[in-house]
């Protein structure tokens, strides 16, 4: 079997399943005593076992078996988590992201993880706590839990009888493999993932590990609580190959109880009753109701399932034919209006809203929600807090705002230079908070929302705030602002200097309180996204970075307007409002035009200074078309000659050499072929 035409898929599943088990490891962090979610750490973690092995990387599988090992005391109760365990365990996730990232560049997968391996060890034995007394005890498996001599301990039987008294079915499976089967562990591996697909194992005989080293004859049993049906169950192993047979008893309480109290002899017997006493009576009203649970169960599952993982580049290709597509649907509407024939006209108006809802669903196909990139952060920020002996709050808002899926894969690293630099900076360590009349705990906001045609990031914190007498003070030591010149810098301008590539070193970090590491490398990254980013920052209460970036849609709707023989869109997302206005209400305010807008007085921008155009000339006119534009929360009038209409356009990058143009953010080609610029509000508003 090629496994290479498999590689792709098992890095996205394995990618899927360190996620959840980092998110799964914060939340138990958080609340220790949750069993539930060690099933769930235990699950993904199984299940990563399991495609490891089969794709044949045999560290990763082994150092996920290690760790799945502590987990499975962990969830049986006979062990309970600490500090020790929580950071050995979130080692194993770093060694296994290292692993996968390397089978990513085109590696082995392989690396050193023996020192973890041998912690995890030392923790399923016990041994780690006489190291490092640490408070936590792990019980022998045959004293404390499993004191009745039964083949369930106190656990298992706690757990399967609460299920059965809430209605769940609880099963016990006996499976046959035949005698000429050779691959017995891979059988019960499949069996087991039948189960898992239906249901929940609570024990197995022999035990998971014993299995996966073949140590057993040619059965095993298992207890399982499941959603469906007994035959079902039966139907679904049998088409496993090499099994010869499969039994399954539904168990009710009296079962479980010579289960867990009586000797393994007499389990046959009382299964064997109670299950025909099971069998025999009428559906009871538990029964109906779990039935209709189990209906919605799988309707649910079957939506879960309707999703399909797509190449990028599938979609890119299929963006760039939309985007021609629609440039010839532009040109047929402009000549269907010259030529006016009614049946050309109809056909072309059905063929817009075709065309407008398939572009609906493109775009909406390479829509991310930065989710998928904030979700790494709180383990990170967790890790520094630790490391820095500092309490902090991570907030999260907005993970839900969709980005481009090209912008999502670029945007991770400028955010966590940001984060880092916001808690190794600026938030204070725990005595200087006090000290500072704070609370010990600083919180770092991270949001994300929707703006005009960008979307918005922002990561906010209440440390101390940048000092801008010494940062003003070294930019004039390195040279990048003259003396002269420094009393006119306002203080958003002087907190802009940290971007400066002379501030990225050790040495002037030391000076500054820290401010600036890295700082150019994360403003030149979101540039060349076509972003921006801006700091704000009061000293002694906190400091905001704020990054914009584009959609990057590739299609945007417009408003076209003229400039004497040039013709300019603007994003419909970015106005407002658009008017005409006499001359004579212009105000002038410290010498620059303004205009009363909704008992607010908003600047008047005048496009033909601005672009320097020589075809049309404002001063002229006794009035004025004006479009009100926002950013955020920030509005602007740019003056205009004429309004040519609503329109959808094909953004198209301006290429390298005309990339730094100040207030244009690319150029589409409308429907007569010719060329317009699209002006980027955001860049007109200060």
Not at 372 to 380: E, I, S
């Amino acid at each position: 079997m090629d496994m290479n035409a498999y590689l792709s898929m098992f890095i996205d599943e394995s990618n899927d399943h360190l996620q959840a088990l980092n998110d799964n490891l914060m939340r138990l962090e958080n609340d220790p005593e949750d069993i539930s979610i060690v099933q769930d750490i235990f699950r993904s973690a199984h299940t990563l076992k399991g495609m490891s092995a089969t794709m044949g990387y045999e560290d990763l599988a082994s150092l996920t078996h290690e760790m799945e090992n502590v987990l499975d005391l962990v969830r049986n109760n006979k062990l309970k988590m600490d500090s020790f365990i929580f950071d050995t365990l979130f080692k194993g996730l770093d060694a296994l992201e290292k692993m996968v990232q390397d089978i990513v560049e085109g590696g082995t997968g392989k690396a050193d993880v023996s020192a973890i391996v041998a912690d995890l060890v030392k923790i399923v034995k016990g041994d780690y706590a006489t190291d490092t007394s640490a408070t936590a005890s792990v019980t022998s498996a045959s004293g404390k839990t499993n004191n009745s001599g039964g083949i369930l301990d106190q656990f298992q039987s706690s757990v399967l009888k609460q299920s059965i008294e809430s209605g769940h079915q609880v099963f016990y499976v006996k499976v046959t493999l035949t005698e000429s089967c050779v691959l017995k562990a891979a059988r019960s591996y499949m069996v087991f993932d039948v189960l898992e697909n239906s249901g929940e194992i609570v024990k197995s005989e022999p035990s998971v590990e014993e299995l996966e080293q073949e140590k057993f004859d040619r059965s095993f049993t298992v207890f399982t609580i499941s959603q469906i049906s007994s035959d079902e169950i039966v139907s679904k192993i049998n088409k496993i190959s090499e099994i010869e047979s499969v039994e399954v008893s539904l168990l009710d309480e009296d079962s479980l109880a010579a289960l867990s109290y009586s000797d393994t002899p007499t389990t046959k017997n009382s299964l064997s009753e109670s299950t025909e006493l099971t069998s025999s009576k009428a559906p009871s009203p538990v029964a109906q109701v779990d039935e209709k649970k189990n209906v919605k169960q799988g309707s649910q599952a079957a939506v879960a399932n309707r999703t399909i993982r797509v190449d990028i580049e599938r979609l890119d290709s299929l963006m760039n034919l939309f985007s021609e597509m629609l440039i010839d649907r532009v040109r047929l509407e402009q000549l269907a209006s010259e030529i006016k024939r009614n049946d050309l006209s109809e056909t072309i108006e059905h063929m817009a809203r075709v065309s407008s809802d398939l572009q609906n669903i493109v775009l909406k196909l390479r829509m991310v929600p930065v989710d998928t990139v904030f979700n790494r952060f709180p383990r990170m920020i967790r890790d520094l807090a630790k490391s820095m002996d500092k309490k902090i709050d991570l907030v999260i808002t907005g993970a839900d705002t969709e980005l481009d899926r090209t912008v999502i894969d670029e945007i991770g690293d400028p955010l966590v230079h940001l984060l880092r630099n916001s808690v190794d900076h600026g938030i204070e360590t725990t005595s200087e908070r006090i000290a500072a009349g704070k609370s010990e705990t600083g919180t770092v906001h991270l949001r994300a929302f929707h703006s005009g045609n960008h979307v918005f990031i922002e990561v906010e914190e209440d440390g101390k705030g940048i000092n801008k007498d010494k940062i003003l003070e070294k930019a004039i030591s390195k040279g990048i602002v003259k003396p002269e010149d420094a009393s006119k810098l306002s203080d958003d301008e002087i907190h802009m200097l940290i971007f400066a590539a002379g501030f990225s070193t050790a040495d002037v970090i030391s000076d500054i309180s820290g401010r600036g590491v890295g700082l150019d490398v994360v403003r030149t990254k979101i540039t060349s996204l076509g972003g921006n980013v801006a700091v704000t920052s009061v000293q002694g209460k906190g400091t905001k970075f704020s990054v914009q970036l584009p959609l990057t849609l590739s299609i945007i709707s417009a408003m076209l307007i003229k400039l004497g023989d040039e013709k300019y869109a603007v994003p419909l997302s970015s106005i407002v409002e658009t008017a005409i206005i006499p001359k004579s209400s212009i105000l002038s305010v410290h010498g620059n035009p303004m205009i009363k807008f909704r008992n607010a007085v908003i600047p008047l921008i005048s496009l033909s200074n601005l672009f320097d155009s020589t075809s049309f000339n404002e001063q002229l006119e006794d009035e004025h078309e004006i479009i009100v534009i926002h950013k955020g929360e920030k509005w602007a009038a740019i003056i205009i000659d004429e309004f040519i209409g609503q329109s959808e356009i094909v953004l198209k990058s301006l290429g390298k050499y005309m990339k730094n143009i100040s207030g244009i953010s690319g150029a589409t080609i409308l429907g007569d072929g010719q060329v317009a610029l699209i002006i980027d509000p955001n860049a007109l508003i200060k």
